[in-house]
């Protein structure tokens, strides 16, 4: 790659690329968004509610992959760059204000921060960068797919409800497709992976910082929950440790098994650039997990006594479902085999339904908590007797 028409790309020097503070200041927006994201399921928990959820989390994760892949290339301390950033940061925090009322009467303010986030980001690298250079001609494909895809959002948001969520459905598939295709666009030609000439290790440490980010958002949750309960009851308590030890089993099967082993496995890879785009894809499905779990610890810490209906049952099970599903995947793509205590977690956390039944929210946390704790010990005891990466 050669250089930019005015260089803003990192300087690659063979050594991990270390996540700047500015990077780390962006993703701070990404923890008030993880909050609305949980909230809005919460209080719609119908599979109306859940569509819109995920419609909107799956924007709210495009954003925030797109810009870590821009900062992958290019460097968040040039002052050009970092003003951008920091534009991006206001127009990602007005997205997640108006998350609540996305599907009333912010559909606008969101689709249009959201646009801007993402076509004004690609035009800015489009700029700074020479027409000739492969990079170039990605983000040039890229610009005409968001194109594409702004004009769903924008005309989805003058739409009535079931237009919106249509036109909203198609427009987050169309960006999700797109680097599938290699953004191939008529006219344009397609990108290949190879030339997506990523620095793994920064790309991978930008993952699991968001997975921070989730699970912080979880413990923020649950001490906010405790904190406004007048009388610490034994329940309330109770509560607190079954959500506490729930989100540190997630916690240990992501860092705890497989996070340095994912880190060696882009960083020696020959073609970077699709590791990337699978860990992209793979931890919009475990973080998504997360913040379902986040949902189900809500429920068991304000109504612990509670009996469970079906949709906090569904929505407790959906949790540890999602989650163990994303981290399958990734352990799949980082050491090219799904876990059988994987697979058996899920099946438990399926049989946990019909009991939920019959049991109360506390019962169901402490039951939900048990299973990613006893995965995660399985897997703790496998990856020990597994050969190491490559590099690590």
Not at 276 to 298: R, S
């Amino acid at each position: 790659m050669t250089a930019t028409r005015r260089s803003i790309l990192r300087n690659r020097d063979g050594h991990h690329a270390r996540v700047t503070y500015e990077e780390l200041f962006f993703d701070l927006v990404y923890v008030f968004a993880v909050t609305q994201l949980s909230h809005l399921l919460l209080h719609h928990l119908s599979p109306v509610g859940a569509l819109e959820t995920l419609i909107l989390w799956f924007a709210v994760w495009l954003g925030w992959q797109y810009t870590c892949w821009v900062t992958n290339w290019f460097d968040p301390e040039n002052p050009r760059l970092r003003g951008v950033l920091f534009v991006l940061m206001l127009l990602a925090l007005m997205m997640a204000a108006a998350i609540p009322e996305a599907f009333g009467d912010r559909g606008l303010v969101f689709a249009a921060c959201y646009v801007t986030l993402q076509l004004g980001r690609t035009l800015f690298v489009i700029f700074h960068l020479d027409r000739g250079t492969p990079l170039a001609a990605n983000y040039r494909r890229m610009a005409a797919w968001f194109t594409l895809s702004g004009c769903f959002w924008i005309a989805g948001a003058f739409a009535g409800h079931e237009g919106r969520l249509a036109l909203w459905g198609i427009a987050v598939l169309l960006e999700y497709v797109a680097p599938m295709t290699g953004f191939a666009f008529p006219g344009l030609g397609r990108s290949q992976t190879s030339e997506w000439t990523i620095e793994g290790g920064h790309l991978a440490e930008r993952c699991q910082l968001f997975v921070i980010v989730a699970l912080g958002e979880t413990l923020l949750a649950t001490g906010a929950t405790l904190g406004r309960d007048q009388s610490w009851s034994t329940p309330i308590l109770s509560a607190l440790g079954a959500t506490f030890l729930g989100t540190l089993a997630l916690w240990w099967l992501y860092f705890g098994t497989s996070s340095k082993d994912a880190t060696a496995k882009i960083t020696t890879s020959d073609d970077p650039g699709r590791i990337g785009a699978w860990f992209n894809y793979v931890h919009a499905i475990l973080v998504g997990g997360i913040i379902v779990c986040a949902v189900g610890n809500d429920l068991a810490m304000e109504h612990p006594g509670g009996h469970a209906s079906l949709p906090q049952v569904l929505v407790i099970a959906a949790g540890p479902i999602l989650y163990l599903a994303g981290s399958a995947i990734y352990r799949r793509v980082v050491y090219g085999r799904v876990p059988a205590s994987h697979l058996a977690g899920i099946l438990a956390a399926l049989a946990l339904a019909p009991i939920g039944l019959n049991a109360n929210l506390l019962t169901m946390g402490w039951c939900t908590t048990l299973l990613l704790a006893a995965v995660a010990i399985w897997e703790s005891q496998t990856r020990r007797t597994a050969p190491a990466i490559a590099g690590r």
